[in-house]
Protein backbone atom coordinates (compact mmCIF):
# COMPACT_ATOMS: atom_id res chain seq x y z
CA UNK A 1 0.00 0.00 0.00
CA UNK A 2 1.39 3.40 -1.15
CA UNK A 3 1.14 6.02 1.75
CA UNK A 4 0.84 9.93 0.96
CA UNK A 5 -2.15 12.05 0.26
CA UNK A 6 -4.67 11.79 -2.59
CA UNK A 7 -6.76 13.96 -4.09
CA UNK A 8 -9.85 13.39 -5.91
CA UNK A 9 -12.20 15.64 -7.99
CA UNK A 10 -15.78 15.08 -9.17
CA UNK A 11 -15.60 17.30 -12.37
CA UNK A 12 -18.76 18.98 -13.39
CA UNK A 13 -19.62 21.57 -15.93
CA UNK A 14 -21.09 23.76 -13.05
CA UNK A 15 -18.73 23.20 -10.21
CA UNK A 16 -15.94 20.47 -9.32
CA UNK A 17 -16.27 18.49 -5.89
CA UNK A 18 -12.68 18.01 -4.47
CA UNK A 19 -11.74 15.50 -1.68
CA UNK A 20 -8.73 14.24 -0.31
CA UNK A 21 -7.15 11.31 2.03
CA UNK A 22 -5.42 11.35 4.83
CA UNK A 23 -1.49 10.94 4.52
CA UNK A 24 -2.03 7.14 5.34
CA UNK A 25 -4.38 6.84 2.45
CA UNK A 26 -7.55 5.33 4.48
CA UNK A 27 -9.68 7.55 5.16
CA UNK A 28 -11.20 10.18 1.87
CA UNK A 29 -12.58 14.07 3.80
CA UNK A 30 -14.19 16.71 2.01
CA UNK A 31 -12.33 19.71 0.84
CA UNK A 32 -14.14 21.97 -1.19
CA UNK A 33 -16.42 22.37 -4.41
CA UNK A 34 -14.96 24.89 -6.46
CA UNK A 35 -16.80 26.29 -9.64
CA UNK A 36 -15.76 24.80 -13.03
CA UNK A 37 -14.69 27.26 -15.40
CA UNK A 38 -11.37 28.78 -16.84
CA UNK A 39 -9.32 28.74 -13.40
CA UNK A 40 -10.72 25.54 -12.14
CA UNK A 41 -7.48 23.05 -12.99
CA UNK A 42 -5.41 25.96 -11.56
CA UNK A 43 -7.12 25.95 -8.10
CA UNK A 44 -6.88 21.84 -8.24
CA UNK A 45 -3.09 22.01 -9.23
CA UNK A 46 -3.19 24.69 -6.38
CA UNK A 47 -4.49 22.48 -3.53
CA UNK A 48 -2.62 19.78 -4.87
CA UNK A 49 0.17 21.38 -3.84
CA UNK A 50 -0.90 22.62 -1.01
CA UNK A 51 -1.56 19.05 0.41
CA UNK A 52 1.38 17.71 -1.88
CA UNK A 53 -0.28 14.96 -2.45
CA UNK A 54 0.66 11.86 -4.65
CA UNK A 55 -1.68 11.62 -7.16
CA UNK A 56 -5.31 12.56 -8.79
CA UNK A 57 -8.19 10.79 -8.91
CA UNK A 58 -11.03 12.04 -11.42
CA UNK A 59 -14.08 10.49 -11.89
CA UNK A 60 -15.14 9.74 -14.95
CA UNK A 61 -18.68 9.79 -16.12
CA UNK A 62 -19.69 6.89 -17.82
CA UNK A 63 -23.23 6.40 -18.48
CA UNK A 64 -24.87 3.20 -17.16
CA UNK A 65 -24.55 1.56 -20.70
CA UNK A 66 -20.51 2.11 -20.04
CA UNK A 67 -20.60 4.68 -23.14
CA UNK A 68 -18.71 7.68 -22.60
CA UNK A 69 -20.48 10.52 -23.54
CA UNK A 70 -20.22 14.62 -24.28
CA UNK A 71 -19.81 14.49 -20.09
CA UNK A 72 -16.94 11.96 -20.85
CA UNK A 73 -15.27 14.29 -23.30
CA UNK A 74 -16.02 17.25 -20.86
CA UNK A 75 -13.92 15.73 -18.18
CA UNK A 76 -11.39 14.52 -20.63
CA UNK A 77 -10.58 17.96 -21.45
CA UNK A 78 -10.26 19.69 -18.08
CA UNK A 79 -7.90 16.57 -17.21
CA UNK A 80 -5.75 17.26 -20.44
CA UNK A 81 -5.78 20.88 -18.80
CA UNK A 82 -4.99 19.84 -15.87
CA UNK A 83 -1.78 17.85 -16.91
CA UNK A 84 -0.78 20.58 -19.02
CA UNK A 85 0.01 23.04 -16.05
CA UNK A 86 1.47 19.68 -12.95
CA UNK A 87 3.41 17.16 -13.01
CA UNK A 88 1.26 15.09 -11.13
CA UNK A 89 0.25 11.78 -11.48
CA UNK A 90 -3.72 11.65 -12.93
CA UNK A 91 -5.78 8.16 -12.51
CA UNK A 92 -9.59 8.41 -13.47
CA UNK A 93 -12.11 6.08 -12.33
CA UNK A 94 -15.54 4.89 -13.16
CA UNK A 95 -18.09 7.71 -11.22
CA UNK A 96 -21.01 6.00 -11.80
CA UNK A 97 -23.69 5.75 -8.71
CA UNK A 98 -21.58 8.69 -6.58
CA UNK A 99 -23.19 11.22 -6.76
CA UNK A 100 -26.52 8.85 -5.53
CA UNK A 101 -24.24 7.19 -2.52
CA UNK A 102 -23.29 10.76 -1.79
CA UNK A 103 -27.16 11.71 -1.42
CA UNK A 104 -27.82 8.62 0.51
CA UNK A 105 -25.40 9.80 2.92
CA UNK A 106 -26.60 13.32 3.24
CA UNK A 107 -29.88 12.13 3.42
CA UNK A 108 -29.52 9.32 6.11
CA UNK A 109 -27.65 12.23 7.89
CA UNK A 110 -30.68 14.50 8.05
CA UNK A 111 -30.35 16.56 4.57
CA UNK A 112 -32.74 17.30 2.05
CA UNK A 113 -31.77 16.91 -1.51
CA UNK A 114 -32.27 21.12 -1.10
CA UNK A 115 -30.22 21.23 1.95
CA UNK A 116 -27.33 19.24 0.87
CA UNK A 117 -26.67 21.00 -3.21
CA UNK A 118 -24.13 22.96 -1.75
CA UNK A 119 -21.91 19.58 -0.23
CA UNK A 120 -23.18 17.14 -2.41
CA UNK A 121 -20.10 17.53 -5.29
CA UNK A 122 -17.40 17.18 -2.56
CA UNK A 123 -19.21 14.47 -0.97
CA UNK A 124 -19.46 12.43 -4.07
CA UNK A 125 -15.41 13.22 -4.57
CA UNK A 126 -15.64 11.61 -0.91
CA UNK A 127 -17.09 8.61 -1.91
CA UNK A 128 -15.20 8.35 -5.22
CA UNK A 129 -11.83 8.93 -3.24
CA UNK A 130 -12.97 6.53 -0.11
CA UNK A 131 -13.78 3.88 -3.02
CA UNK A 132 -10.52 3.77 -4.37
CA UNK A 133 -8.53 3.85 -1.33
CA UNK A 134 -10.59 0.97 -0.15
CA UNK A 135 -9.25 -1.06 -3.09
CA UNK A 136 -6.15 -0.17 -3.02
CA UNK A 137 -6.02 -1.36 0.57
CA UNK A 138 -7.35 -4.71 -0.27
CA UNK A 139 -5.77 -5.63 -3.33
CA UNK A 140 -2.47 -3.56 -3.04
CA UNK A 141 -3.20 -2.34 -6.26
CA UNK A 142 -3.83 1.43 -7.18
CA UNK A 143 -7.42 1.07 -8.84
CA UNK A 144 -8.44 3.54 -11.99
CA UNK A 145 -6.62 4.06 -14.82
CA UNK A 146 -3.55 5.87 -15.19
CA UNK A 147 -3.60 8.68 -17.58
CA UNK A 148 -0.72 8.84 -19.56
CA UNK A 149 1.21 11.99 -20.33
CA UNK A 150 1.40 13.05 -24.52
CA UNK A 151 4.83 13.15 -25.84
Known sequence: ?????????????????????????????????????????????????????????????????????????????????????TDIPVRTHDERLTTVQAQRGLHEAGRTTKSSRSVIDSASAVVLLQTCLDSERSSGNPMGTEVRREV
Not at 39 to 54: H, K, P, S
Request: aromatic share 4%.
Open 1 to 85: MRTGIRLACDVGKARIGIARSDPMGVLAVPLDAIPAGENAALRVRDIALEYDVIEIIVGMPISMSGELGPAAEFTNSWIRELMSI
